[in-house]
């Protein structure tokens, strides 16, 4: 019987590591076997080789005999289903060579399996199999994701549930807080609720809300008021206001009023439980009732008496009614009071407790706006004050910031140079953006109490600060251009003439703060004002020039002079600075700082002989009565041209249509001037913010000469170079010149063309001013402005200045149709005879014109390259 094979044992593979050492031996032996082919080597390696082969079997087989024996075993003992099963111990390590090949085994074995090998595993193991890539199914991962899909889900709109309850909570209860404050009650009925929202206005909101029913009844009651409202319009305009209808009216209240509390009744007798909310909602029912009342008496009364644009009431046939108090008054030969000061004569003596409500609630919003005043949050500031402004009376207004200023800027110690800046910044914007009469008021106020310390200066102590707190303010009004320097000059004038103490510290305070600023506005008048001081100080008594504040007024006075800012201890411009440019960014909406031209005599006798400085101040008194310094600026304002120019020139520029004040005084300007510089100042004196004026009447004057005249394009010239912005004012000008050239004759055409020359050679305009010609439909009069333009340019003296103005367009690369249109004119219509001819030019001009257009034709086309 053959022997069963035994299966051989896994061999590991040898690592890399393994198989270089064994790389490295074998040529380590093919090394010495080479070497030893030359000398006796072969026999010491073959020696070596054979003494390491014993030693190996030698340890071998001491390895086995370190094993116990096992007993040998008869291959016929062993029971059939043990050999086919493969459970037999082989006898040493060697496995059993056999092919299961013998005869008596396969006589036993079943028929299915004859002839079939199969080798078996020992001691019953199955083989492993190969693990693979392991791959989940798609379908469950699938399911996953939908379930954690429906999980997020189902949280997000319980988190969505729960905040729309949250503010489901919160509007519940801010609908109870307002319902509170407008005294509604939920007891009331619907119909009445439904009315209320009529009067109001809101009833288009019902018709999201209401059944069919209820929008049919809302339906009849919006028709039925619709016609009472007509009723009652056709008898306005008739006149008809009859007691019956009034008596019906009252009537008809009445009823409704009738009604209102019988519904009420029934809704006690439904809701026993709610006794006493029902008697709190009956007694604000009467209450809103009798209110309705009220108003309705008050819109009859404004129905029957309307007010025009001036205040006053008529009546329907436009008749004036005087005021009731105005005719007790004139009957009584009292003195007639302004409505301003009956009310507040009223509210002081408590008369009006709503009129000193607001006024009281005005206070506290203005004062806790003040007190929140900083340079970080000035422009919230200033807005929350201009609202105020908006909603409230101006008077109001007025009077009550005049307060609050007095108690927090002026007192008898020194205030912080800091808050009065950021205080006058406030002033200058609401100066700007309500207006000018904001900072007048404001002005009046401050020069009125300057005036009144002034007077008592002399029993003033050093010590009180009003006058120095006074004099700050008024410093910081002009820095922030509230007013013109001529009023700061007069009132050093007014402490320079009562000079004392108390007038030192003010002039000191006067120069340490505005000085360089008064010194960089009009030298001149510092230079006098500063005489003046002078003078004043020589005639001061012996005492007073000993004095040290004095000396130092002195020192600070020669320092402005000489504009040493070094010398003037703790000197900080850029706070002012900044706050300059801060309130320059808050203006919006291009509004600006007027600056008040106002005399300090305007405004101590402003009682006696009017505002002139606010629009549509009424006043009545003797012109004699005004003071020298306002008469001369009224007749300066009243009168400024016929003063500065003849009545010949005035009667020349309405005849050239200059028919507003600015085109007037510069088209006499012009015309009258020495020279175009002259011209130039004089125009630049009159601070026009619209340039395109200047433009206009500039490119006006010379179409409409006989001849061209260089006069215009130098005094043009010298506007373009003076800003950019006039630049773009004649460009335009030119243009819509250009683009209305058929309006134009050939003499002006001729003249508007040797003007544009002029300036482009100047490089006061460019060549590209000509871009806005069609040049694909010439007709006749932009063919001879055009030719009369190329002709003069390309037949200059300045041929330097020609390929300058050329060589500028040709850079452009956003200008290539030009370009192409300007050589394809030049080619075309200068250089064929038959045009050559018309121009009439000598043979040298000709040669000339014809090396430039080729030298130009060069330049146009291969610049860019």
């Known amino acids: 019987?053959?022997?069963?094979?035994?299966?051989?044992?896994?061999?590991?593979?040898?690592?890399?590591?393994?198989?270089?050492?064994?790389?490295?031996?074998?040529?380590?032996?093919?090394?010495?076997?080479?070497?030893?082919?030359?000398?006796?080597?072969?026999?010491?390696?073959?020696?070596?080789?054979?003494?390491?082969?014993?030693?190996?079997?030698?340890?071998?087989?001491?390895?086995?005999?370190?094993?116990?024996?096992?007993?040998?075993?008869?291959?016929?003992?062993?029971?059939?289903?043990?050999?086919?099963?493969?459970?037999?111990?082989?006898?040493?390590?060697?496995?059993?060579?056999?092919?299961?090949?013998?005869?008596?085994?396969?006589?036993?074995?079943?028929?299915?399996?004859?002839?079939?090998?199969?080798?078996?595993?020992?001691?019953?193991?199955?083989?492993?199999?190969?693990?693979?890539?392991?791959?989940?199914?798609?379908t469950k991962v699938r399911q996953k994701e939908l379930r954690q899909q429906k999980e997020l889900q189902s949280k997000a709109r319980k988190q969505r549930l729960k905040q729309l309850k949250l503010e489901n909570e919160d509007e519940d209860k801010e609908i109870a807080r307002l319902e509170k404050k407008l005294k509604l009650n939920k007891t009331k009925d619907k119909n009445r609720l439904m009315r209320k929202m009529f009067s109001d206005g809101l009833d288009y909101v019902l018709d999201l809300v209401l059944d069919d029913e209820e929008e049919k009844v809302k339906w009849e009651e919006k028709q039925r008021r619709k016609q009472e409202l007509k009723e009652q319009q056709a008898k306005e305009e008739a006149g008809m206001w009859s007691d019956e209808d009034e008596d019906e009216t009252a009537s008809m209240d009445g009823n409704d009023a009738d009604e209102a509390g019988s519904e009420d009744f029934d809704d006690e007798e439904m809701d026993a439980s709610g006794q006493e909310d029902d008697e709190d909602g009956n007694a604000a029912e009467t209450d809103t009732d009798d209110?309705?009342?009220?108003?309705?008496?008050?819109?009859?009364?404004?129905?029957?008496?309307?007010?025009?644009?001036?205040?006053?009431?008529?009546?329907?046939?436009?008749?004036?009614?005087?005021?009731?108090?105005?005719?007790?008054?004139?009957?009584?030969?009292?003195?007639?009071?302004?409505?301003?000061?009956?009310?507040?004569?009223?509210?002081?003596?408590?008369?009006?407790?709503?009129?000193?409500?607001?006024?009281?609630?005005?206070?506290?919003?203005?004062?806790?706006?003040?007190?929140?005043?900083?340079?970080?949050?000035?422009?919230?500031?200033?807005?929350?004050?201009?609202?105020?402004?908006?909603?409230?009376?101006?008077?109001?207004?007025?009077?009550?910031?005049?307060?609050?200023?007095?108690e927090a800027l002026i007192g008898r110690t020194r205030s912080n140079e800091r808050m009065v800046q950021e205080h006058m910044v406030l002033l200058a914007y609401l100066h700007a953006h309500i207006g000018s009469e904001i900072g007048a008021h404001f002005l009046q106020m401050f020069v009125e109490q300057f005036d009144g310390y002034v007077k008592d200066m002399q029993q003033l102590d050093v010590e009180d600060k009003r006058l120095n707190n006074l004099v700050l303010l008024l410093c910081y009004m002009y820095m922030f251009k509230i007013y013109e320097q001529r009023l700061l000059l007069e009132l050093i004038a007014r402490l320079a003439g009562n000079l004392c103490e108390k007038a030192v510290e003010c002039l000191l305070l006067i120069f340490q703060n505005v000085g360089f600023r008064l010194r960089k506005d009009d030298p001149l008048a510092f230079k006098q004002m500063m005489q003046n001081v002078q003078s004043q100080i020589a005639a001061a008594p012996l005492e007073l020039k000993e004095n040290l504040r004095l000396k130092f007024m002195v020192d600070i006075l020669n320092a402005v002079k000489n504009n040493n800012m070094t010398k003037l201890p703790q000197y900080d411009p850029e706070l002012a600075e900044t706050l300059r440019k801060r309130l320059k960014g808050m203006l919006r909406n291009e509004r600006y700082v007027v600056t008040l031209n106002i005399t300090l005599d305007d405004l101590l006798r402003a009682d006696k002989v009017g505002k002139w400085w606010i629009v549509g101040s009424a006043w009545t008194g003797n012109i004699n009565e005004m003071g020298s310094a306002t008469q001369t600026t009224t007749e300066e304002h009243s009168l400024p041209n016929r003063e500065r120019f003849s009545e010949k020139l005035l009667q020349l520029a309405k005849k050239q249509h200059m028919n507003t004040a600015e085109r007037r005084n510069i088209f006499c300007i012009i015309m009258s001037a020495a020279d175009y510089v002259d011209a130039f100042e004089k125009i630049l004196h009159l601070s026009l913010k619209d340039q395109r004026t200047v433009a206009y009447v500039i490119i006006h004057c010379a179409l409409n000469e006989r001849k061209p005249n260089p006069y215009y394009a130098h005094l043009a010239l010298k506007f373009c170079q003076y800003n950019r912005k006039f630049q773009l004012a004649f460009q335009f000008a030119s243009w819509d010149r250009i683009n209305d050239i058929e309006a134009l004759t050939k003499?002006?055409?001729?003249?508007?063309?040797?003007?544009?020359?002029?300036?482009?050679?100047?490089?006061?305009?460019?060549?590209?001013?000509?871009?806005?010609?069609?040049?694909?439909?010439?007709?006749?009069?932009?063919?001879?402005?055009?030719?009369?333009?190329?002709?003069?340019?390309?037949?200059?003296?300045?041929?330097?200045?020609?390929?300058?103005?050329?060589?500028?367009?040709?850079?452009?690369?956003?200008?290539?149709?030009?370009?192409?249109?300007?050589?394809?004119?030049?080619?075309?219509?200068l250089l064929q005879p038959e045009q050559l001819e018309k121009l009439k030019l000598e043979e040298e001009q000709q040669e000339l014109l014809h090396q430039r257009i080729e030298h130009l034709d060069k330049l146009l086309a291969y610049v860019d390259l």
Request: glycine content about 4%.
């Open 1 to 138: 019987m053959a022997k069963i094979k035994k299966k051989e044992a896994y061999k590991k593979p040898l690592t890399r590591k393994e198989q270089r050492k064994q790389k490295v031996e074998q040529k380590k032996i093919k090394k010495r076997l080479y070497y030893s082919s030359k000398s006796d080597g072969g026999q010491r390696v073959a020696a070596a080789m054979a003494e390491a082969a014993a030693n190996a079997l030698a340890t071998t087989k001491n390895k086995k005999g370190k094993k116990g024996k096992k007993p040998k075993i008869n291959p016929e003992d062993i029971p059939v289903e043990q050999l086919l099963s493969g459970e037999v111990d082989a006898d040493d390590d060697d496995s059993i060579d056999s092919n299961f090949s013998d005869e008596e085994v396969d006589a036993l074995l079943p028929a299915e399996r004859k002839g079939k090998v199969e080798v078996y595993n020992p001691l019953g193991k199955k083989a492993k199999k190969h693990a693979g890539i392991q791959r989940e199914d798609e």
């Open 747 to 829: 003499a002006q055409i001729k003249n508007l063309a040797w003007f544009l020359q002029q300036l482009i050679l100047s490089a006061g305009l460019q060549l590209s001013v000509l871009k806005v010609v069609d040049f694909m439909q010439l007709h006749k009069l932009s063919f001879y402005f055009m030719r009369e333009v190329m002709v003069r340019l390309l037949l200059s003296t300045e041929e330097s200045a020609l390929y300058q103005a050329f060589e500028r367009v040709a850079k452009n690369t956003k200008l290539q149709q030009f370009k192409q249109s300007v050589r394809l004119f030049m080619q075309h219509f």
């Open 291 to 406: 209110e309705e009342k009220e108003e309705e008496m008050k819109q009859k009364e404004t129905n029957k008496y309307k007010e025009d644009i001036y205040g006053r009431r008529r009546d329907a046939d436009g008749n004036i009614i005087p005021d009731a108090v105005e005719a007790v008054a004139a009957q009584s030969g009292q003195k007639y009071i302004p409505p301003h000061q009956r009310a507040l004569l009223a509210a002081s003596a408590g008369t009006s407790e709503k009129q000193a409500e607001i006024l009281a609630r005005l206070r506290k919003q203005c004062k806790g706006l003040l007190n929140r005043l900083s340079e970080a949050n000035l422009h919230k500031i200033a807005t929350g004050i201009e609202e105020l402004y908006m909603k409230n009376s101006r008077y109001n207004m007025n009077d009550t910031l005049t307060a609050l200023l007095n």
